[in-house]
């Protein structure tokens, strides 16, 4: 069984496939967490379920590893519910009332009931165990059995309780717009490390994902736990490290600026925060999550297609037979889905006017969209396109006939950024245009694509015709709008993908991938900043998911030269897309190309669906390796990037993974015939050599 509840130990046990997750209901009612690790059974951990007192000042030291911890009485530690009811009264007194288990979409979960001892709150923890992958799904249901108002002023999905170790040590991720997904990591002294935003979004400057290990750990062995949340908006996660040696991580909602009034008979349900153990490293940490996304998150296990997007061929500039030009050279390289960009529709000749007028730009379009449509599918393309419904410009005709329906306070200025003001999408009347505009767009086109672009954070939060005591749920009212917007038009048009972006990879997060199939992980295409970019991104995100161009060099960006194969072999590790210019590309390019795309697809299935592995062993060479590996550990692919040669020094062979120990493979491009055990061991040979050198091996069995 994968929920045990032992009656005489009062103790909760969650087994997955290779941990177990435990807590008990302590002499106060509470729920004590006891073990989070290696398989254990109940009885080893009852003797834990003990009170703990330091001194009057620490008079209850156990209830720093709570399991969901109620402010109130003499807690003084990160809260997980802290709200304010309708008389004043600002603590909370809750204890254990009852437990169910029950199935939530075939998995297993307990659901726990606590009760305020006075007040008629009660919220309901929720477990749902995904054992094949050693997680948890945790989360909070906050319900309001009386008539009488309550403020939440903070809920948090869950607390995550680490195991003491000696050190710990926290790995997440920070960046800026063209910067995305760097990875960092500290040691925990006592006191709280906040990882957050309070933009309105997810964030590029952090990410909704923690991991946290005793310093030792490798991509390749030690014990890691995580935790990754499941929210589009204002996040927070607090690692918290007590005097007392207790480390707790509390994630969910930001409680910045925010409140949710709970009316009479409301429940209020958190977004899911997935907490896991891994025994093998970083990198199992990566490959557990990304088997969770493919079996429980995304809303498609389609592959992912080859994609064409014009914004850096056209960008603004857009027309019908310039784009018709790019799709028939885009056919020739076998490119599978061509994507119009930003600048179709309105007068949006510019960034600074036009958006919000969704309508097609006559001018560009003189036989409208259906023109340029049929002819991509002529070519044997899919047809995508780009919106960016959340946003307006003052200089278009939605936001003169609509000023009110920005956020905006009346005695303040509207901070325009990138010429934008934000919609107020969980009004009524927005939300509802949103979903007519789009229903009509994919309705009148045959359209299978959708990128969805939302390139502006959250200022003046006033929500106009909102009540006043309600103006700080702004946060959590545009996400939910987000995701019914998102959920209504997938269940109308279950046959269009859609592709979640904002301003590069500022909403990635497992909320959001509920509903999408891909993300734009950053706006800066460069090969070799990708590298990083997308191993910051594998950490928590699976290669699918990602989508990556093939752009110029030199790069706008750096300014960088790299040639087409580095290029190629970088866009190569998620999804492929191509983001040049074609139409000043010479046939030769093109057909240099449309060999790379045939060898993407030939391999695809392994990238998009296999076993990722982050090989280290080189790095401190300069080197990036990265293979891809089927379940059968059969057929496999390695890619592997050089930054620079020193002193003209050769390479270490580099050990590949996941392959049968005992079976033959051959390596396409390298002569004889290899086992499993000494390419593992010995490893292969990498022909690297000058600055910014790569090279991709398929790695099968032999027949």
């Not at 106060?28 to 951990?45: A, K, N, P, S, Y």
């Not at 736990?225 to 589009?232: D, I, M, T, V, Y």
């Not at 958006?355 to 730009?361: E, K, Q, R, S, T």
């Not at 609509?402 to 009346?410: I, K």
């Amino acid at each position: 069984m994968t929920i045990q509840y032992h009656e005489g130990h009062r103790i909760f046990a969650i087994h997955t496939q290779n941990s177990s997750y435990v807590f008990g209901i302590n002499e106060q009612g509470g729920l004590q967490h006891l073990h989070w690790g290696e398989q254990v059974r109940i009885e080893d951990c009852a003797p834990l379920l003990r009170p703990r007192s330091h001194s009057s000042f620490d008079a209850e030291v156990h209830s720093e590893v709570e399991e969901y911890s109620f402010w109130g009485g003499v807690r003084y530690s990160e809260p997980s519910l802290k709200a304010r009811l309708h008389d004043g009264v600002r603590t909370l007194t809750v204890s254990y009332d009852s437990h169910r288990i029950e199935q939530r979409d075939g998995q297993d979960t307990l659901i726990i009931v606590m009760k305020d001892h006075v007040y008629s709150l009660e919220t309901e923890l929720s477990y749902r165990v995904i054992p094949a992958f050693d997680l948890i799904e945790r989360q909070a249901r906050i319900v309001n059995r009386g008539e009488a108002d309550i403020v939440l002023e903070s809920a948090q999905s869950a607390a995550w309780v680490i195991p003491y170790m000696a050190d710990y040590r926290l790995t997440h991720v920070t960046g800026k717009w063209s910067g995305e997904f760097q990875l960092r990591s500290t040691f925990l002294s006592e006191g709280k490390k906040l990882l957050e935003s309070r933009r309105g979004f997810t964030d590029s400057h952090s990410n909704p994902w923690f991991a946290i290990d005793n310093g030792t750990a490798t991509e390749e062995s030690g014990q890691v736990w995580f935790g990754a949340l499941a929210w589009s908006g204002n996040w927070k996660i607090t690692a918290e490290k007590t005097v007392f040696e207790h480390v707790r991580v509390t994630g969910g909602i930001h409680d910045f600026d925010s409140e949710w009034v709970l009316g009479g008979g409301e429940a209020f349900d958190t977004p899911v925060f997935v907490g896991g153990y891994a025994a093998g490293g970083f990198g199992g940490m990566s490959r557990q999550l990304h088997g969770y996304q493919y079996a429980e998150v995304l809303p498609s296990d389609k592959p992912r297609k080859v994609l064409y997007n014009s914004w850096e061929a056209t960008y603004f500039d857009v027309n019908a037979k310039d784009q018709m030009a790019l799709a028939e050279r885009a056919a020739r390289m076998g490119v599978e889905l061509f994507v119009v960009d930003d600048g179709w529709f309105g007068q949006r000749n510019h960034d600074r006017a036009g958006l919000g007028d969704w309508f097609v730009n006559r001018d560009k379009f003189p036989n409208g969209l259906g023109e340029l449509i049929d002819r991509v599918h002529e070519l044997g393309m899919d047809f995508g396109i780009w919106v960016e419904p959340e946003a307006v410009n003052p200089d278009s005709d939605l936001y003169r006939k609509h000023p009110d329906w920005v956020y905006h306070f009346e005695s303040r200025e509207r901070s325009e950024l990138r010429n934008q003001l934000l919609l107020n999408i969980s009004k009524p009347e927005v939300k509802a245009y949103i979903l007519q505009f789009m229903t009509e767009l994919l309705e009148n086109h045959d359209i299978q694509f959708i990128k969805w672009d939302m390139n502006r954070t959250v200022t003046e939060p006033g929500m106009n015709g909102h009540p006043l005591h309600k103006q700080k749920e702004i946060w959590i009212r545009h996400v939910q709008s987000l995701y019914e917007i998102w959920d209504e038009l997938r269940a109308r048009f279950p046959q269009v993908a859609f592709e979640t972006c904002a301003g590069g990879g500022a909403r990635i997060d497992l909320g959001i991938f509920r509903y999408a199939d891909q993300s734009w992980p950053s706006d800066n295409t460069d090969a070799f900043d990708r590298l990083s970019i997308q191993e910051g991104f594998s950490y928590t995100y699976a290669p699918r998911m990602m989508t990556c161009w093939v752009t110029e060099s030199p790069t706008g960006m750096n300014r960088r030269h790299v040639s087409l194969k580095y290029r190629f072999h970088s866009a190569m590790m998620g999804t492929l897309g191509i983001g040049s210019n074609l139409n000043e590309w010479s046939d030769e390019l093109i057909a240099e190309s449309g060999e790379f795309v045939r060898q993407y697809k030939a391999i695809r299935h392994l990238v998009q669906f296999g076993s990722q592995f982050r090989l280290s062993s080189l790095k401190h060479k300069g080197v990036t390796a990265v293979q891809y590996v089927d379940d059968q550990g059969v057929d496999s692919v390695l890619f592997a990037f050089l930054h620079s040669q020193r002193l003209g020094e050769p390479l270490p062979r580099l050990q590949l993974t996941g392959l049968q120990p005992d079976a033959s493979y051959i390596v396409e491009g390298v002569e004889g015939k290899w086992s499993g055990r000494a390419l593992m061991n010995i490893g292969v040979e990498l022909p690297l050599r000058g600055d910014f050198d790569s090279v991709m091996y398929r790695i099968r069995l032999a027949d």
